[in-house]
């Protein structure tokens, strides 16, 4: 499988017809977007490869958020070598939402309007917030906040964040996050207070995202200790 990407002139195409993309591709399926616009140059593929892979699509109706941990999984193993930069690449995700996993999208996040379009098929957000709503950028940028190898489970991170839908919404497209280790060791810290019978509900959480937001102006947290960092993420939770 070579990794797809829309050219610039297509992504502009695109942006351009959101309504008939919506229509034509992302609501009724009827075709592919080079199909719509009679343009195979539309979608190219670069020189980067993986093993072919599908995505999990077998929860019902109104349960399909129980496959992220699954397909959280599967991108980021089988995409792992992409870097920060390739992996922030709005024409990658687009090619893949709307081209090679479309059918996967039309079920994870099936699109109300073009401002669906524009927010889960594409970047319609800053670059920061737009990977973890575009529907397969999150799915590797939460793999990338949360692998830990150094763990007897190493997705146990991307479970606890993945527990609750508005851990995702609180915590990840934040400033803070745009170093991921900043962002891996806060998620650790969470976590771990759970782990050891602390309560941490979706309050605690948007309280700590919050603190460590306002922290930022404060300090450069990337200059922080990891144990700096895991403490101050504690005395938020009051512990």
Known sequence: MKISYLTEDGLNTVRQNLKLVYKEVVKNGRCSISELFKDSSMVKYSALGCEDFSLDMSQPAGKESLTDIENIQRVYEHLKFLSDSQASD????AAMALN?????MRYRWPAEDIKDVNNRYLFGYSVQRSLFRNGMARLW????FTFDDKRQDPY???EFLCSEQDFIESLCGRNIFNNPDVGQTVIA??????????EVNREKVRNV???LNMLGGT????????????AKVMKQLGE
Request: proline share 0%.
């Open 219 to 230: 300090y450069i947290l990337d200059c922080l200790s990891v144990e700096d960092i895991k």
């Open 100 to 104: 090679d996993y479309l059918e996967y």
């Open 90 to 93: 709005e024409r990658i995700w």
């Open 189 to 198: 810290a969470l976590c771990d207070a759970k782990n050891a019978g602390i």
């Open 156 to 158: 146990e991170l991307t």
């Open 141 to 144: 940028w939460i793999g990338r």
């Open 209 to 211: 995202a919050k603190y």
